[in-house]
């Protein structure tokens, strides 16, 4: 059963960055598009930033337009996230999956990686 790991997050002061790290335990990310999704304390999960199986196509919530950038390196099996300008309200777990808008399709969910934006 193929796991999801994702790392890279930690506390940041406000207008702080961090990058997020998705790998997977087989060679297998390449063949879907990837989203990195966030889930806060008392609210749903919620999709974040997408990316095309061969990266050429990308697409962004607008709370986090121009401020994240979703990139994915198939070579290395890994999908990442660069976070800038964080904000309080990004703190949340946050996650990678396949993109639910193309595949019907998800792994078992990771345990993600926890982002904390607070002075």
């Known amino acids: 059963q193929v796991q999801l790991v994702e790392s890279g997050g930690g506390l940041v002061q406000p207008g702080g960055s961090l990058r997020l790290s998705c790998a997977a335990s087989?060679?297998?990310?390449?063949?879907?598009?990837m989203s990195w999704y966030r889930q806060a304390p008392g609210k749903g999960r919620e999709l974040v930033a997408a990316?095309?199986?061969?990266?050429?196509?990308?697409n962004y919530a607008d709370f986090v337009k121009g401020r994240f950038t979703i990139s994915r390196d198939n070579a290395k099996n890994t999908v990442y996230l660069q976070m800038n300008s964080l904000e309080p309200e990004d703190t949340a777990q946050y996650y990678c999956?396949?993109?639910?808008?193309?595949?019907?399709?998800?792994?078992?969910w990771g345990q993600g990686t926890q982002v904390t934006v607070s002075s």
């Open positions: 999956n396949t993109d639910s808008r193309r595949h019907a399709f998800q792994f078992p």
């Open positions: 087989e060679f297998i990310l390449a063949y879907y598009a």
């Open positions: 990316i095309v199986s061969d990266g050429e196509g990308t």
